[in-house]
């Protein structure tokens, strides 16, 4: 028997074997989301979460560095909890819930260093400065490459 004929035979023997494969295997089905019990489970992650929170000094609370753990630990309960119900993650019922307990939690949280523009003098300076530079590099290379016969 000819090679060429038996490799294309094992060929379409495999490709038979997966498509008979895709056929059967369907995509498992997710149970439809439970907005009531969604909720109650993300009030329990949000007790948990208040409850770490006040063991952190309120000035702090605007640190990330003092509570990561904590919100970790509270982000993957929404989420673990929001996907075992059977529902997307985020969604609007855990957005806003995430929401009040950033309003209750970081309202008072800003940003202390508001940035402004520096003076239009220091601009320009910082704005010019690259520009010459770069005209003075071009000029320079210019000038060095018509010179390559004098300075070889």
Partial sequence: MDPNLLTL???SLIFDADSADLLTTQRPRLPQCN?????????????RFSSDMNHIHPDDRCNLTH???????FSSCTEMNAERIGCF???????RFIISIHKHFFSNCSLEHVFIDPPD?????????????????VVLVVWCSKRSDILA
């Fill in 35 to 47: 907005q009531t019990l969604l909720l109650l489970e993300m009030e329990r992650c949000g007790e």
């Fill in 121 to 137: 003098d220091t601009l320009t300076l910082l704005i010019l400065v690259p520009v010459f530079l770069t005209l003075a590099m």
């Fill in 9 to 11: 035979f094992k060929l």
């Fill in 89 to 95: 993650w985020p969604n609007p019922a855990v957005e």
């Fill in 67 to 73: 509570f990561i753990r904590e919100y970790h630990v």
